[in-house]
């Protein structure tokens, strides 16, 4: 079913591993962020949800501004800078510590949000690329992709955070805990690096003069 054609698209190649790599980073940081607030930070299972409320909310609002970028700009910066500033994000949870509170997560939540708001471009710029005639067998490959990109994510970054301690655990397992999960995030954001290089080098640069054009398999592959 998989035509390998699009194999030897680049801007595909590099688009689908930059999705991957922004999946993994992503459904890691909410998958842990969940159970470090409430065990380690002490929040309450609402208040851990209400934290992560102000990026989707960024992501609301810059999703159109995102799009602007890309046409102006390229996506090749916007969804690039995207994924580096999810990055920057994540690497501010892992300076985290008991005193720290609601207000002082919203540096890194906030960062994170608008950079996964820069990012919303990337699948339509991949999908661009491709025939009108295999678009949907590439759409098929991107689904497929982002769903196993969140059991990847979290498996790997599982490796450094292999313990979760009970609810009112010691000093000494919960700061192990705190190591581990500072050592995870910094996984992640450099997990969602990769992927900002990954789309800087592959996607299409500034395209706001020109459509985007889909290449010729069948002259290609002649």
Known sequence: MLDLRLLRNGVFVGGLLAQTLNGMGFAALLYYSASFMQIYLGFS???AALVMLPAA???LI??????WLATTIGPRLTVGGGMALMALG????SGLTRAHDFADLMPGVLTVGAGAALCMPLLMYVLKSVPEQTAGVASGVINMFREMSAAFGIAIVGL?????PAPGAGTATMEAFR???SSGYLLTAALLLLGAVAAALTLPPRTSRARVTRPDV?????
């Open 90 to 93: 994540v690497s501010l949870f």
């Open 45 to 47: 299972p609402t208040k």
């Open 179 to 181: 190591d581990t999960a």
């Open 218 to 222: 069948r002259s290609s592959s002649a």
């Open 160 to 164: 450094l955070i292999h313990h979760i």
């Open 57 to 59: 909310g960024v992501v």
């Open 62 to 67: 810059l999703t159109p501004v995102a799009s």
